[in-house]
T-cell receptor, first 110, second 113 residues
Framework: GQNIDQPTEMTATEGAIVQINCTYQTSGFNGLFWYQQHAGEAPTFLSYNVLDGLEEKGRFSSFLSRSKGYSYLLLKELQMKDSASYLCAVHPGGGNKLTFGTGTQLKVEL | EAQVTQNPRYLITVTGKKLTVTCSQNMNHEYMSWYRQDPGLGLRQIYYSMNVEVTDKGDVPEGYKVSRKEKRNFPLILESPSPNQTSLYFC????????????FGPGTRLTVT
Protein backbone atom coordinates (compact mmCIF):
# COMPACT_ATOMS: atom_id res chain seq x y z
CA GLY A 1 0.00 0.00 0.00
CA GLN A 2 0.89 3.65 -0.13
CA ASN A 3 1.56 5.77 2.96
CA ILE A 4 2.03 9.52 3.03
CA ASP A 5 2.58 11.40 6.28
CA GLN A 6 2.24 15.13 6.96
CA PRO A 7 1.76 17.03 10.21
CA THR A 8 -1.90 17.74 10.84
CA GLU A 9 -1.57 21.37 11.89
CA MET A 10 1.05 24.12 12.02
CA THR A 11 0.97 27.72 13.19
CA ALA A 12 3.34 30.46 12.08
CA THR A 13 3.66 34.24 12.28
CA GLU A 14 3.08 36.68 9.45
CA GLY A 15 6.38 37.52 7.74
CA ALA A 16 8.11 34.38 8.99
CA ILE A 17 9.25 31.22 7.17
CA VAL A 18 7.56 27.84 7.61
CA GLN A 19 8.54 24.38 6.43
CA ILE A 20 5.89 21.71 5.91
CA ASN A 21 7.26 18.19 5.73
CA CYS A 22 5.97 15.16 3.85
CA THR A 23 7.32 11.63 4.10
CA TYR A 24 6.16 8.80 1.89
CA GLN A 25 6.45 5.05 1.60
CA THR A 26 5.07 3.96 -1.75
CA SER A 27 5.46 0.99 -4.06
CA GLY A 28 7.24 3.19 -6.59
CA PHE A 29 7.88 6.85 -7.29
CA ASN A 30 7.22 8.93 -10.37
CA GLY A 31 6.79 12.40 -8.90
CA LEU A 32 5.50 14.44 -5.97
CA PHE A 33 3.07 17.35 -6.00
CA TRP A 34 2.13 20.05 -3.52
CA TYR A 35 -1.32 21.63 -3.66
CA GLN A 36 -2.87 24.45 -1.64
CA GLN A 37 -6.50 24.30 -0.56
CA HIS A 38 -8.31 27.19 1.10
CA ALA A 39 -11.33 26.32 3.23
CA GLY A 40 -14.36 25.56 1.07
CA GLU A 41 -12.40 25.74 -2.17
CA ALA A 42 -10.77 23.39 -4.65
CA PRO A 43 -7.07 22.48 -4.42
CA THR A 44 -4.71 24.51 -6.60
CA PHE A 45 -1.30 23.42 -7.87
CA LEU A 46 1.85 24.74 -6.18
CA SER A 47 4.78 22.57 -7.26
CA TYR A 48 5.99 19.34 -8.80
CA ASN A 49 9.24 17.49 -8.04
CA VAL A 50 10.46 14.40 -9.83
CA LEU A 51 14.23 14.76 -9.33
CA ASP A 52 16.14 15.38 -6.10
CA GLY A 53 16.73 18.95 -5.13
CA LEU A 54 15.04 22.28 -4.59
CA GLU A 55 12.51 23.91 -6.93
CA GLU A 56 11.91 27.59 -6.25
CA LYS A 57 8.87 29.56 -7.37
CA GLY A 58 8.56 33.00 -5.83
CA ARG A 59 7.83 32.75 -2.09
CA PHE A 60 7.31 28.99 -2.37
CA SER A 61 9.99 26.31 -2.69
CA SER A 62 9.75 22.54 -2.68
CA PHE A 63 12.47 20.03 -1.93
CA LEU A 64 12.69 16.34 -2.71
CA SER A 65 14.97 13.52 -1.54
CA ARG A 66 13.95 10.27 -3.23
CA SER A 67 16.41 8.16 -1.25
CA LYS A 68 14.85 9.35 2.01
CA GLY A 69 11.24 9.37 0.80
CA TYR A 70 11.01 12.96 1.94
CA SER A 71 9.82 16.30 0.67
CA TYR A 72 9.17 19.68 2.16
CA LEU A 73 7.35 22.83 1.13
CA LEU A 74 8.98 26.08 2.24
CA LEU A 75 6.89 29.22 2.46
CA LYS A 76 8.73 32.51 2.93
CA GLU A 77 7.46 35.95 3.97
CA LEU A 78 4.24 34.45 5.20
CA GLN A 79 1.03 36.37 4.57
CA MET A 80 -2.38 35.95 6.15
CA LYS A 81 -3.71 34.63 2.85
CA ASP A 82 -1.32 31.67 3.15
CA SER A 83 -3.59 30.24 5.85
CA ALA A 84 -4.80 27.08 4.10
CA SER A 85 -4.37 23.33 3.94
CA TYR A 86 -1.27 22.07 2.09
CA LEU A 87 -1.58 18.69 0.41
CA CYS A 88 1.30 16.43 -0.53
CA ALA A 89 0.56 13.92 -3.32
CA VAL A 90 2.68 11.13 -4.77
CA HIS A 91 2.48 9.39 -8.13
CA PRO A 92 3.73 5.93 -7.24
CA GLY A 93 4.07 4.81 -10.86
CA GLY A 94 2.76 1.64 -12.50
CA GLY A 95 -0.34 3.42 -13.71
CA ASN A 96 -1.79 6.88 -13.31
CA LYS A 97 -3.04 6.91 -9.76
CA LEU A 98 -2.26 9.81 -7.47
CA THR A 99 -2.19 9.33 -3.71
CA PHE A 100 -2.68 12.30 -1.39
CA GLY A 101 -1.63 12.80 2.19
CA THR A 102 -4.24 14.03 4.65
CA GLY A 103 -2.95 17.58 4.41
CA THR A 104 -1.36 20.09 6.80
CA GLN A 105 -3.58 22.90 8.05
CA LEU A 106 -1.43 26.05 8.29
CA LYS A 107 -2.60 29.00 10.36
CA VAL A 108 -0.79 32.30 9.93
CA GLU A 109 -1.13 34.68 12.87
CA LEU A 110 -0.27 38.35 13.34
CA GLU B 1 -11.88 30.83 -19.45
CA ALA B 2 -10.11 27.50 -18.87
CA GLN B 3 -12.03 25.59 -16.25
CA VAL B 4 -13.44 22.37 -14.86
CA THR B 5 -17.15 22.51 -14.05
CA GLN B 6 -19.19 20.17 -11.89
CA ASN B 7 -22.92 19.86 -11.40
CA PRO B 8 -24.68 19.91 -9.10
CA ARG B 9 -22.66 21.79 -6.49
CA TYR B 10 -24.86 20.55 -3.65
CA LEU B 11 -27.08 17.48 -3.50
CA ILE B 12 -29.12 15.84 -0.77
CA THR B 13 -30.59 12.48 -1.68
CA VAL B 14 -31.86 9.26 -0.14
CA THR B 15 -30.33 5.81 0.06
CA GLY B 16 -30.68 3.81 -3.14
CA LYS B 17 -31.73 6.60 -5.49
CA LYS B 18 -29.40 6.60 -8.49
CA LEU B 19 -27.59 9.85 -9.18
CA THR B 20 -25.03 11.30 -11.58
CA VAL B 21 -22.56 14.08 -10.94
CA THR B 22 -21.36 15.66 -14.16
CA CYS B 23 -17.85 16.94 -14.84
CA SER B 24 -16.72 18.87 -17.90
CA GLN B 25 -13.43 20.52 -18.89
CA ASN B 26 -12.73 22.92 -21.74
CA MET B 27 -8.93 22.55 -21.88
CA ASN B 28 -8.74 19.51 -24.18
CA HIS B 29 -7.10 17.55 -21.38
CA GLU B 30 -6.39 13.85 -21.82
CA TYR B 31 -6.57 12.90 -18.15
CA MET B 32 -9.58 13.23 -15.87
CA SER B 33 -10.12 11.97 -12.36
CA TRP B 34 -12.63 11.85 -9.50
CA TYR B 35 -11.74 12.25 -5.82
CA ARG B 36 -13.66 12.27 -2.60
CA GLN B 37 -12.54 14.30 0.39
CA ASP B 38 -13.46 13.35 3.95
CA PRO B 39 -12.26 14.87 7.24
CA GLY B 40 -9.15 13.11 8.50
CA LEU B 41 -8.82 11.02 5.35
CA GLY B 42 -7.81 13.63 2.81
CA LEU B 43 -8.38 13.34 -0.91
CA ARG B 44 -8.84 9.80 -2.16
CA GLN B 45 -8.96 8.88 -5.82
CA ILE B 46 -12.09 7.06 -7.01
CA TYR B 47 -11.55 6.58 -10.75
CA TYR B 48 -9.45 8.12 -13.45
CA SER B 49 -9.39 8.18 -17.23
CA MET B 50 -6.41 8.54 -19.52
CA ASN B 51 -8.51 9.16 -22.64
CA VAL B 52 -11.86 8.47 -24.28
CA GLU B 53 -13.11 4.96 -23.46
CA VAL B 54 -10.10 4.36 -21.13
CA THR B 55 -10.92 4.31 -17.42
CA ASP B 56 -9.28 2.70 -14.40
CA LYS B 57 -9.87 2.29 -10.68
CA GLY B 58 -8.34 4.53 -8.08
CA ASP B 59 -8.02 3.67 -4.42
CA VAL B 60 -11.74 3.73 -3.48
CA PRO B 61 -13.83 2.66 -6.53
CA GLU B 62 -16.46 0.56 -4.73
CA GLY B 63 -19.99 1.85 -5.21
CA TYR B 64 -19.09 4.17 -8.11
CA LYS B 65 -19.12 3.98 -11.89
CA VAL B 66 -17.69 6.31 -14.52
CA SER B 67 -17.71 6.66 -18.27
CA ARG B 68 -15.67 8.65 -20.78
CA LYS B 69 -17.56 8.80 -24.04
CA GLU B 70 -16.29 12.27 -24.95
CA LYS B 71 -12.95 13.84 -24.12
CA ARG B 72 -14.45 16.79 -22.26
CA ASN B 73 -16.90 14.90 -20.01
CA PHE B 74 -16.36 12.44 -17.18
CA PRO B 75 -19.54 11.78 -15.19
CA LEU B 76 -19.55 10.00 -11.83
CA ILE B 77 -22.46 7.62 -11.29
CA LEU B 78 -23.72 6.30 -7.97
CA GLU B 79 -26.11 3.46 -8.85
CA SER B 80 -27.34 2.92 -5.30
CA PRO B 81 -25.99 5.60 -2.97
CA SER B 82 -25.45 4.81 0.68
CA PRO B 83 -24.84 7.10 3.69
CA ASN B 84 -21.10 6.25 3.68
CA GLN B 85 -20.87 7.99 0.30
CA THR B 86 -21.74 11.30 1.93
CA SER B 87 -18.68 13.37 1.05
CA LEU B 88 -17.20 16.28 -0.88
CA TYR B 89 -16.40 15.21 -4.44
CA PHE B 90 -13.87 16.82 -6.76
CA CYS B 91 -13.33 16.28 -10.44
CA UNK B 92 -9.92 17.14 -11.89
CA UNK B 93 -8.18 17.14 -15.25
CA UNK B 94 -4.63 17.43 -16.54
CA UNK B 95 -2.94 17.61 -19.89
CA UNK B 96 -1.02 14.35 -19.60
CA UNK B 97 -1.78 12.01 -16.73
CA UNK B 98 -0.12 12.34 -13.36
CA UNK B 99 3.10 13.97 -14.56
CA UNK B 100 1.30 17.29 -15.01
CA UNK B 101 -0.59 19.53 -12.63
CA UNK B 102 -4.26 18.83 -12.16
CA UNK B 103 -6.97 21.45 -12.38
CA PHE B 104 -9.81 20.85 -9.96
CA GLY B 105 -13.49 21.61 -10.29
CA PRO B 106 -15.29 23.55 -7.53
CA GLY B 107 -16.55 20.42 -5.76
CA THR B 108 -19.90 18.74 -5.18
CA ARG B 109 -21.12 18.30 -1.63
CA LEU B 110 -23.25 15.15 -1.49
CA THR B 111 -25.37 14.07 1.45
CA VAL B 112 -27.05 10.65 1.41
CA THR B 113 -29.69 10.10 4.10
Amino acid sequence: GQNIDQPTEMTATEGAIVQINCTYQTSGFNGLFWYQQHAGEAPTFLSYNVLDGLEEKGRFSSFLSRSKGYSYLLLKELQMKDSASYLCAVHPGGGNKLTFGTGTQLKVEL
Amino acid sequence: EAQVTQNPRYLITVTGKKLTVTCSQNMNHEYMSWYRQDPGLGLRQIYYSMNVEVTDKGDVPEGYKVSRKEKRNFPLILESPSPNQTSLYFCASSLEGTSKEQYFGPGTRLTVT
